[in-house]
């Protein structure tokens, strides 16, 4: 099934947690990108799937946002919790398996950096569409697939687990995430009901020149991740093209 892929982020806890408020690649390269992608947030619905520690729930409750959210690691939901202080609903689920919320419940669905981990990515995607309210968007960004093919060679179309080692504080981290080729990634999404409205590869926020400027300089001349905003359609609309 998978599920084991989150394993990782139970054996790094609170370290992850403390890396990511304020890395070069999720404080100063994805957050950025994905929260410009969601556009305004205050009095919207907002469902953060695959939260992690809970910094994206965090700053859309600090943006005006009514926040849920769901990890499948017991130490990110909890760690979420905590950050959050009872501002927000955090829930364990895992992606790609059935949401415990009903039909048309969010007017946003943001899914950071995670959909990577999901075995059935059109399942997870099939979610976010039956949670999203018709007309309402989900931001997803992901690893760039043609980067992690470079990385990792072999067949760029074929769909692979693959492993990398994390260094962390208490040691290398193994995290075991599944490559796919962009066009797989896009029609998992849909398939699962979404029109793809926007396709970004980010480029690095200012923020990051001065303190990571080596980071920075690779991320202005090369994509890391790759973002898709997806719209759930708001009804059947006219057929064109006939």
């Known amino acids: 099934m998978g599920d084991d892929l989150w394993d990782a982020y139970d054996r790094m806890g609170q370290s992850f947690q403390q890396h990511a ?102 399942a997870a995607f099939a979610e976010f569409c039956r949670v999203l309210r018709p007309g309402g968007a989900a931001v997803v960004s992901t690893q760039h697939p043609v980067m992690d093919w470079l990385r990792k060679g072999g067949s760029y179309f074929q769909t692979t687990l693959e492993t990398d080692i994390w260094s962390t504080p208490s040691g290398d981290q193994p995290v075991r995430f599944w490559r796919e080729s962009l066009s797989a990634l896009c029609t998992a999404a849909t398939d699962a009901g979404f029109l793809i409205e926007q396709l970004i590869e980010p480029l690095p926020a200012e923020t990051m020149r001065e303190r990571y400027r080596e980071d920075y300089e690779k991320l202005t001349k090369e994509p890391g991740f790759l973002i898709l905003r997806l719209l759930k359609p708001a009804g059947p609309g006219p057929l064109r093209g006939l």
Do not use: K, W
């Open 21 to 122: 408020i304020d890395s070069p690649y999720n404080a100063h390269y994805d957050r950025p990108a994905v929260l410009a992608a969601l556009g305004p947030v205050t009095g919207r619905q907002v469902l953060d799937a695959a939260c992690g520690p809970g910094l994206y729930v965090h700053e859309l409750l600090q943006r005006g946002a009514e926040v849920t959210g769901f990890d499948a690691s017991p130490a990110m939901v909890s760690l979420a919790r905590q950050l959050t202080a009872g501002r927000a609903r955090i829930d364990q689920a895992a992606l790609g398996e059935p949401l415990p919320y009903p039909d048309g419940a969010f007017d946003l669905v943001v899914c950071a950096l995670a959909i990577h981990y999901a075995s059935d990515r059109r």
